[in-house]
């Protein structure tokens, strides 16, 4: 079982260049979420999705787009990279939302440099 | 910002101490989870504990919870060195959000 499934693991940019992170779940999770993980901040919420075809902002979305074409994938897509996107980040889904009291499962993150 | 904060930022403890680490927040919640992330890898979900529940233990992991000081804390008895990793608090509310705190670090020596 595979679980959450991030791809690519590494990637190195030049400012300026566009790039898509593909999260993929196989557990039938409802909901999926993209974080970005920084030294001393912890992890920050960029973009959600309650289902297929849905989409929501988290707290720092401005610079990413994101699109759930189908209920499996979650695509993260930076346009135009820039140095402060410089980052590692993370996938996650659940089963359903958070009022209903469930836990989030995780991929092995996808590690980011823009220079 | 919606991140909580977590205490200490980092703890350094010997094999067979307890540790524990203490969450903050700042809004309403439905449920507080604690998650584990070794280095270099993704978080893990440890444990779930409900706005309406004050304690909860999971093997050597005991959770409380107080939503009128909008507290949590997180006890590992007996630690070990395999426990060493960042420790993370997040709070699910009523939005479809779960939102982390900033982590904290415990070094477990043997």
């Known amino acids: 079982n595979a679980g959450v499934t991030q791809t690519p693991k590494f990637r190195v940019l030049k400012t300026g260049q566009s790039m898509t992170l593909l999260c993929a779940q196989d557990?039938?999770?409802?909901?999926m979420y993209w974080y970005r993980q920084d030294p001393g901040m912890g992890l920050r919420l960029i973009h959600y999705?309650?289902?297929?075809?849905?989409?929501a902002k988290g707290e720092v979305p401005d610079g990413y787009n994101v699109s759930r074409l189908k209920k499996q994938n979650f695509l993260l897509g930076l346009e135009s990279a820039a140095p402060s996107q410089t980052s590692v980040y993370f996938c996650?889904?659940?089963?359903?939302?958070?009022?209903?009291?469930?836990?989030?499962?995780f991929g092995q993150g996808t590690r980011l440099t823009v220079v | 910002s919606q991140q909580g904060e977590e205490d200490p930022q980092a703890l350094s403890i010997q094999e067979g101490e307890n540790a524990t680490m203490n969450c903050s927040y700042k809004?309403?919640?439905?449920?507080l989870q604690w998650y584990r992330q070794n280095s270099g890898r993704g978080l893990v979900h440890l444990i779930l504990?409900?706005?309406?529940?004050r304690e909860k233990h999971s093997g050597r992991l005991r959770v409380t919870l107080d939503t009128s000081k909008k507290s949590s804390s997180l006890l590992i008895t007996a630690s070990r060195a395999a426990d060493t990793a960042s420790y993370f608090c997040?709070?699910?509310?009523?939005?479809?959000?779960?939102?982390f705190g900033t982590g904290t670090l415990l070094a477990v020596q043997p």
């Open positions: 809004t309403s919640i439905n449920n």
């Open positions: 996650a889904s659940t089963r359903g939302a958070m009022r209903l009291n469930t836990e989030a499962f």
């Open positions: 997040a709070r699910g509310g009523a939005t479809n959000k779960l939102i």
């Open positions: 557990m039938n999770h409802e909901y």
């Open positions: 504990i409900r706005s309406n529940e």
């Open positions: 999705s309650v289902g297929e075809g849905t989409t």
